[in-house]
């Protein structure tokens, strides 16, 4: 029978933080990891690169049969999500779907916050597209949300200096910004795939009282609950357990620090666009 896994494309190795949740969730189904790591990071580049890019990814892992394409990278859903799915699905083939990371997060974050007042913590990419406040107010007109940009923590992370005494500087400084920005912000979402391996340190630096949310769980939670929905998807989803890696860029590089997002080694394969 031919392969058809669910598709988890990500700028680089955050979302391999969301496919672990996944995976822990949904072991039994297919999956086909894609890293951009060769374009990577994407939070700092414009709409129209981002949207340009991650069509591309999302082209090469429809061809190769995904029935279903998670964009698992917050900057590739703020700035090129709703283009795929409003203009290019239709042209490419409107049977397959892509879904994204904010949506299963803003369609709860109200549930967490008895202030209202909540706080998102992204990369300026996600913070400029200002996708967060504009999806939270569909669902949760009443609460209020307050972002902060933290360039320093991806290049924290892929550098391997999260652990270190620097980590904790920048992480304080964002978190102290954030928190001047409203008075009782008591829910704080990591916006971010990278961001869930800065949570020891962020929960240290975040006032006692302060829910901090990370996406990896919610997203699994949405997809356990959309796949249940959309038989006609799960019906295309093969679920023989089997997970294969690409990244655009080195082999090696890729399995030396998947292993740190993933929890596990990982063996991946090379990808030229
Ligand atoms: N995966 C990206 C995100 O979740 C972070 C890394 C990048 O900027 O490419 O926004």
Sequence with gaps: ?????????DSGYGGLTVLKEITAKLPQ??????????????????????????????????????????????????KALRSIQQNDLQKIDAEKRVLGVIRPTTEIIG??????????????????????????EKFYPDVAVFQEPCPMWVPLVENNEYTS???????????D?????????????????????????IKKAMPEGVTVLSQGEIVAGSLVEYLHKHPEIDGKCTKSGQIS???TDSTDD?????????????????LSL
């Design 177 to 201: 910004n954030l928190l001047t920005k409203a008075e009782g912000i008591d829910t704080v979402l990591l916006a971010c795939t990278h961001y869930p391996l800065l949570m020891e340190k």
């Design 254 to 270: 890729f399995d030396n620090h998947a292993a740190v997002f993933y929890g596990k080694p990982v063996k991946s394969q090379h």
């Design 111 to 136: 549930q967490y916050t008895k202030t209202g007042n909540v706080g998102i913590l992204a990369t300026n990419g996600t913070v400029i597209s200002n996708s967060y406040p504009i999806e939270i």
């Design 1 to 9: 029978m031919e392969q058809q896994p669910i598709g988890i494309f």
């Design 29 to 78: 189904y297919d999956y086909l990891y894609l890293g951009d790591n060769a374009r990577s990071p994407y939070g700092t580049r414009s709409f129209e690169t981002v949207y340009e890019y991650t069509l591309e990814c999302v082209k090469w892992l429809f061809e190769q049969g995904c029935p279903l394409v998670i964009l698992a990278c917050n900057t590739a859903s703020a």
């Design 165 to 175: 005494p620097g980590a904790d500087y920048f992480i304080k400084k964002n978190i």
């Design 245 to 247: 890696f690409y990244t």
